[in-house]
């Protein structure tokens, strides 16, 4: 774990409570606390709050004074960033609040429904989401680190009675932490995230799981593309769950879509067991779903954050030896040639890699006979979409 | 396109008859002349056979001698396989033949019909089918490369009645073009590839196919887990429409089993939808799924074919700047530390990326220390499985 200064002087102004010193709260806090923001810390767990404090994340929220924060970031647990948040903006009347949870329409309602038992809108309007969309595989302060934000997405979610300054507290909030904010409404923002996140995550988990029982012969077959399209199905349970049961709604709505079209293919391809591979309408079916796969994975943005862009792909041949993935690449900039991108193909019982190199276009050519004279075997190139 | 003598001497004894001449056909040509076989070329497309000639992958067929091929490497698309592969063992009485075929029980049964139709089941034995397992996005002889197979894996299909003479062949054609032979049934092998292939491809397809018609802003919130998920949905429907439907069966079975897990989380998602997060048993029902997913993803066997290996990982914000990433490399090779693996992670809008560096977990501290001395920022490290 490591801690630095951000990149730049911070605007916002504390104390900052932060509640919930988890891996996305300590993270906040090392990084406010560094660049001399005053940063209390909040957690039921003593011991997870005293790990926050030792690696400079903040000082206890028993250190508050009397005029408590400007700021609070709710940074715990999804099932219960509801609860926590309408807490804070009942017992802090001069704070914004917001929180980090990955699902947002439950939380607005949660507080929506504390304005109206209070009859206070006010309470409502110093409220604005947020998503700050900097996973990890592990969790915890311990996991924690000022840089963790650092050229992300912070979705800012603000809902219709938020007032204008709240959203600049939280909006410059996500910028001095190094992250790129963009603004989205609860439903909005729920709906996307089950269908660019959630529901990849279960249709990930639903492919691997058909491995765990399977033959060990079948599993010598995996290539690549199973490598891929499985990753994230290493993800862990227990985050995950509570995340997707809170989103319920949306995710229902795109996996009922997806089973639909799974369900036309199946009747497809049952029939073509039955009549024969060019029977019963199975290739028609199967090159739907491969169109329309074509079409989807087209709109993914490139890298830059734009639309796909056109690389040029040069395939080396890297044999599976100590440093030969670092001359690759040395060698590239000898022959002054930009990586855009790159992926390592492995296969089982593989002693070769397969390294998939993108450049520009332009530049493809002076690539491969650069790398051809320093005696690199190209296996192929040609332009793709990069992503 | 490079053409190379294989790395060493073929026991392979010519002359080999290779029939279809795209990718696969005509790589497997330019390795075989290059090393002195005599490859005699045939292809319903006379511009398709004339480019492998002129590639340098062998003869035309109208130069095969009276004495004939002993060796038939059938290449064509898999629709029409089986009906090449009987013709050739009616035509060529003296050749083994083989067969390229993703998918194998459809030409064992055309072979097998064969032999009880002309009451020879000598013809069957000399059959013995293959799947080398070297995919590409390219097709056609303008793609081929002589080291395509090289550390592929190439499965060999003998059936009952194949001869042991057969099985020889077929196999010192595999380790000739510098594949890694593995033996399999024909049912075996087409629920394998089903398993860990077609299902894999239809999944990334389907899960695809929802971001066609998607609002765009759902888009800009797609990171690295998406873009894994989705890779293979790229893929050419032609190609896989074929393989495909003539796999149907196994095809259906596994398929149908992943329909079965998702129509049960669905039930326990759709009641939480009414019932409110934590009831209807969504919780568990979810929990079993990604379960489930973590049991079957780290059954996939790592990059050398064994078992995953455990690699220590870290992570490095690497500046999006030319020259940063072969400058990682470099300096990781000036550390000592040898680069087991590596993924890199863009997300939109960044300035910066997220280089995941797999080493010997033995080598963890140092690569880490080394690289901060350096001035690269060190985000996290940690133990992972790797692949």
Known sequence: MVTRAPLRPVATTGPV????TGLLGTSAGLALSAAGVDVLLSDTSPTSQRLAQDVGAGRPVAYMGAEGPTLVLVATPPDVAGGCVVEALTHYPGAVVTDVASVK????????REAEKTGDPAIAARYVGSHPMAGRERSGAGAADADLFIGRPWVVVPHEGSSAEAQLVVRTLATDLGAVPLEMDADTHDHSVALVSHVPQLVASLLAARLADA????????GQGLRDTTRIAASDPRLWTSILAGNAGPVVETLEALGADLEDLLV????AVVQGPLEGGSVGAVNRV???GNRGVARIPGKHGGAPQRFSEVEVLVPDRPGELGRLFTELGEIGVNLEDLTLDHSAGQQVGVARVMVDPARARDAELGLERRGWRIIAHWSTEGS
Do not use: I, N, T
Request: no cysteine.
């Open 215 to 222: 033959p060990g012969v079948a599993l010598g077959l995996a």
């Open 268 to 271: 497809h391809l049952r029939a």
């Open 17 to 20: 409570l932060v509640v919930g």
């Open 105 to 112: 329409s439950a939380v607005v309602e949660d507080v929506l």
């Open 290 to 292: 491969m169109e329309a």
